[in-house]
């Protein structure tokens, strides 16, 4: 199914540039929250359930008949980070995003992006209003084009991202993450394809060996 969240909670789709200023806002909002709270402290939540809000472009693929590429258009996305606290600075993390998107071309393709990953992060360890990190994960993508007759495709990904989360209180901050995700595909061979009766079709084909998506999301921590 062909989502577009944008539309259910807003009246247009949001710009990167509009999106930006209000996550924008929002930290700095945070931030302001936090500055009576300037002493370090070594309590912290051991998990941290942060559903978010983005932002995700890139990614192309290429048409078998003609060569010419079909991007894949920007797009609002949502998901969830899931992290267990090895400790105050280090933390085990599970990933999910969608995006529901469409593919330029004729047809004109819908197509829904999905990612589950499992990594981690690691945190600036003498940050106290604004904590930096760093985080890593690897898993699989899932390209689930909506067309008659064209298969899913679920293939190895990873994705390397960093950004900063902002304590409001003990258990609730705000977090801003940028990343890329990389989508590992078969640069000579087609996706999106169906066998009936021994005879395949194919929707496009891919155009490298690797398929990129950039991501920036907002997200409300709640920890525990």
């Known amino acids: ?14 710009s990167l540039r509009n999106w930006m200023r209000a996550g ?4 700095l909002l945070a931030a302001a929250g936090t500055v009576c709270a300037q002493q ?8 941290e359930f942060t559903p978010f809000y983005g932002y995700m472009f890139g990614g192309a693929f290429e048409d078998p008949v003609t060569n010419t590429d079909r991007d894949v258009n920007e797009d609002n996305n949502f998901g969830i980070f899931i992290d267990a606290a090895a400790d105050q600075w280090r933390h085990y993390e599970l990933i999910y995003s969608k995006q529901g ?15 589950l990953q499992i990594g981690g992060t690691v945190m600036y360890e003498d ?3 604004v904590i930096p990190y760093f985080g890593m994960t690897i898993g699989a993508a899932r ?3 909506d067309g008659p007759g064209l298969d899913d495709e679920t293939n190895f990904a990873f994705s390397v991202g960093g950004g900063f989360k902002v304590p409001v209180t003990d258990h609730i901050g705000v977090r801003f993450d940028a990343r890329a995700f990389v989508t590992l595909l078969d640069s000579s061979g087609n996706v999106f394809c169906v066998s009936d009766n021994g005879v395949g079709t194919c929707g496009i084909r891919a155009k490298s060996d690797t ?5 920036a999301a907002l997200g409300v921590i709640i920890g525990f």
């Open 143 to 145: 390209l689930s084009p």
């Open 40 to 47: 370090r402290t070594e309590q912290y939540s051991n998990w």
């Open 101 to 115: 998107t469409s593919v330029d071309g004729v047809p004109k393709l819908d197509l829904d992006v999905e990612y």
């Open 24 to 27: 924008l806002g929002m930290t």
């Open 1 to 14: 199914m062909h989502w577009h969240i944008g539309k259910w909670f807003f009246p247009r789709q949001i």
């Open 211 to 215: 398929f990129v998506q950039y991501q």
């Open 127 to 129: 940050a106290e209003t």
